[in-house]
């Protein structure tokens, strides 16, 4: 962890100031003071979601729960080299690389380094660390993926956050919460996957700030997706014109995201939706009764 990041004051209302008309994400020149720690399940998951936040605000750290490689490489991306190391050594670059275009400094990324689709199995030890963090960048708002069944990492996402808020110590410190938010990724809809939009929480949209990118910002979002070369084949399936954002609503994790199988089922990968709940509820029940008031 780096202890030496600094931030400027915090607004009172970090979402409010972020959807302001005037001086929010959207305008022509954005004043928002709010602190972002955006937690990302993988590498390039931050650019396909929240590059308006990366570019735009100039308080934003990034983290990075697993290393983006698989332990099986038949779920590798078809351009990739080497061994397991060498693949998650190959994401850890073109991150350094997409983000030094947003001007983040390698200081403010980091990353836990689980295995890609295992954060599941290691989620109190991963709360764990994420709290701990949290207690020392202090952010105003916390970026993340929503509970969507796309990716079993991405539902570890949500989950970390929310656990880590809701347990957050600092040694008897008074500690400010973070308002939770999030950035799309993709889930299963009408037996495909849906990238760039939300899914509806409990049949109910939720208000959402939609950023349409000016021409300038989606050729920089394009620039930092390209970086990641490793992950062309994915990453075309995912555009550049607009990017959302929403207050994280309270997930009920026991409960699957929609009806029917989710989209890391129907491909098939080894983690079932209900083993993942089974963990998820696990890891809730050992969280309690130990929120910081």
């Given at each position: 962890m780096n202890s030496n990041v600094s931030f400027e004051s915090p607004a009172r209302d970090p979402w409010a100031a972020l959807c302001h008309p005037e001086t929010g994400l959207a305008s022509c020149k954005p004043n928002v003071r709010a602190r972002v720690l955006l937690l990302a399940a993988h590498p390039d998951d931050e650019t396909i979601g929240a590059t308006t936040i990366l570019t735009r605000l100039p308080?934003?750290?990034?983290?990075?729960?697993?290393?983006?490689?698989?332990?099986?490489?038949?779920?590798?991306?078809?351009?990739?080299?080497?061994?397991?190391?060498?693949?998650?050594?190959?994401?850890?670059?073109?991150?350094?690389?997409?983000l030094t275009l947003a001007r983040i400094p390698p200081e403010r990324i980091?990353?836990?380094?689980?295995?890609?689709?295992?954060?599941?199995?290691?989620?109190?030890?991963?709360?764990?660390?994420?709290?701990?963090?949290?207690?020392?960048?202090?952010?105003?708002?916390?970026?993340?993926?929503?509970?969507?069944?796309?990716?079993?990492?991405?539902?570890?996402?949500?989950?970390?956050?929310?656990?880590?808020?809701?347990n957050l110590k600092c040694d008897g410190e008074s500690t400010s919460i973070p308002q939770l938010i999030e950035m799309t990724s993709y889930h299963a809809k009408e037996g495909g996957c849906e990238t760039g939009r939300f899914l509806p929480y409990q049949s109910q949209s939720l208000a959402e700030l939609v950023i349409q990118l000016s021409p300038e910002g989606r050729a920089r979002k394009e620039e930092m997706l390209a970086r990641y070369t490793s992950q062309r084949h994915l990453l075309q399936n995912f555009d550049s014109d607009s990017e959302r954002f929403r207050l994280a609503p309270q997930y009920d994790f026991a409960r699957p995201p929609h009806p029917g199988r989710l989209w890391y089922e129907c491909l098939g990968w080894p983690t079932t939706g209900a083993r993942w709940r089974?963990?998820?509820?696990?890891?809730?029940?050992?969280?309690?009764?130990?929120?910081?008031?």
């Open positions: 308080d934003v750290t990034v983290v990075f729960l697993t290393d983006g490689a698989p332990h099986n490489p038949k779920f590798w991306s078809p351009d990739a080299r080497g061994s397991r190391d060498d693949y998650a050594r190959t994401r850890w670059e073109e991150a350094i690389s997409a980091l990353s836990l380094g689980a295995a890609d689709q295992d954060v599941i199995f290691a989620v109190p030890a991963v709360i764990a660390w994420f709290a701990a963090l949290l207690c020392q960048l202090r952010p105003d708002l916390l970026l993340t993926h929503p509970y969507e069944g796309g990716h079993p990492d991405h539902d570890a996402a949500a989950l970390v956050a929310y656990l880590a808020i809701r089974e963990l998820a509820t696990e890891a809730v029940r050992q969280s309690q009764g130990r929120v910081c008031v």
